[in-house]
T-cell receptor
Framework: NAGVTQTPKFQVLKTGQSMTLQCAQD?????MYWYRQDPGMGLRLIYY???????DKGEVPNGYNVSRLNKREFSLRLESAAPSQTSVYFC?????????????FGEGSWLTVV | GENVEQHPSTLSVQEGDSAVIKCTYS??????FPWYKQELGKGPQLIID?????GEKKDQRIAVTLNKTAKHFSLHITETQPEDSAVYFC?????????????FGTGTRLKVLA
């Protein structure tokens, strides 16, 4: 059972370059998320998609765009990378109910912008 | 805005001792409180969770307690082992604007000394 799969695992970009992080989940979850993790900052929400066809900004959306391609896939795009976007990025998914459900994370993508 | 405070940021214990990590949340609408364990180079993995209608939950050596009045919840690990060494995150979540929002603590690095 793969769960949440994200690619690439590691990437080095030059300032100004663009790239897309890919994410797919095989749990038939409605909701998907992109987080970034920085030392001492915990996990901060960049964008989320409550269901297929919808996307919304999270806590730190500036400099990013997302696409919910279908129910399985949710990509994160950096149009013009900046050193401040050096971070570890996690994709996650959950099956949304009013009583709360577990959020499952991918293994992470380490991005360095030089 | 809403936040979750987590303490301590680092914790060292001798193997076999107990470890306690505490979190405080601000949003009274939060009703689901998961705890995640993150090993080096991996994504966060759920280890235990508790819902707002329960005061305590236990799973082998791990337990979580919730005090809704004080907005506190804690993770207790007994008989710690070296493999418990990792970063632990708490989260508080609730239904907001059509989706389940999660706010994470900043993490506790637990070191179990053999």
């Amino acid at each position: 059972n793969a769960g949440v799969t994200q690619t690439p695992k590691f990437q080095v970009l030059k300032t100004g370059q663009s790239m897309t992080l890919q994410c797919a989940q095989d749990m038939n979850h409605n909701s998907m998320y992109w987080y970034r993790q920085d030392p001492g900052m915990g996990l901060r929400l960049i964008y989320y998609s409550a269901s297929e066809g919808t996307t919304d900004k999270g806590e730190v959306p500036n400099g990013y765009n997302v696409s919910r391609l279908n129910k399985r896939e949710f990509s994160l795009r950096l149009e013009s990378a900046a050193p401040s976007q050096t971070s570890v990025y996690f994709c996650a998914s959950s099956d949304m109910t009013h009583s709360g459900n577990t959020i499952y994370f991918g293994e992470g993508s380490w991005l360095t912008v030089v | 805005g809403e936040n979750v405070e987590q303490h301590p940021s680092t914790l060292s214990v001798q193997e076999g001792d107990s470890a306690v990590i505490k979190c405080t949340y601000s949003d009274s609408a939060s009703n689901y409180f998961p705890w995640y364990k993150q090993e080096l180079g991996k994504g966060p993995q759920l280890i235990i969770d508790i819902r707002s209608n329960v005061g305590e939950k236990k799973d082998q050596r791990i337990a979580v307690t919730l005090n809704k009045t004080a907005k506190h919840f804690s993770l207790h690990i007994t008989e710690t082992q070296p493999e418990d060494s990792a970063v632990y995150f708490c989260a508080a979540s609730g239904w907001v604007s059509g989706t389940y929002k999660y706010i994470f603590g900043t993490g506790t690095r637990l070191k179990v000394l053999a």
